[in-house]
C-alpha cells in the first residue's frame, strides 16, 4: 500500500492505493482514498492524517476515507512512498468509521 499521484484530470491529486497486492495483480483497477491538504477535513469521521515527508508529501495532508473510490491502473502516475505503520492503522480506524464499523470518536 503506498501513496500515489493521479493522473487524469476529473481526480488530479494524490491518493492512497487502499487494496492489498493480491487483487492488483489480477484487477485492472485500484481502491484508493483521495488526499486532502485541506486539515480542517481532520475533524470529519473517516479521515486520517498523513505526514510530509522529505521524499514523498510535500504537505501534510488528510486522507478522505469515506471517499474510497475505484480508479483504474492507467491513471496511476507514480508513487509517492509506503505509509508508516501508525498511518496505517489511523487510516484502516478512518475506514472502519467511514462503513460503519465503529462509530467515530
Do not use: C, Y
Not at 488528510?62 to 480508479?71: E, T, Y
Not at 509506503?82 to 460503519?100: K, N, Q
Amino acid at each position: 500500500m503506498a501513496l500515489t499521484a493521479r493522473r487524469n484530470r476529473q481526480d488530479a491529486g494524490r491518493s492512497f492505493i487502499w487494496q492489498s497486492d493480491a487483487p492488483n495483480r489480477v484487477l485492472q483497477s485500484v481502491l484508493v482514498v483521495p488526499l486532502t491538504t485541506n486539515l480542517d477535513r481532520a475533524r470529519l469521521a473517516g479521515t486520517a492524517i498523513i505526514s510530509a515527508t522529505p521524499d514523498g508529501l510535500p504537505a501534510d495532508s488528510v486522507a478522505l476515507a469515506f471517499q474510497l473510490r475505484a480508479i483504474p491502473k492507467a491513471a496511476l502516475h507514480s508513487r509517492i512512498r509506503a505509509l508508516a505503520e501508525t498511518e496505517l492503522a489511523e487510516l484502516e480506524l478512518a475506514t472502519d468509521e467511514a462503513l460503519g464499523r465503529v462509530e467515530p470518536e
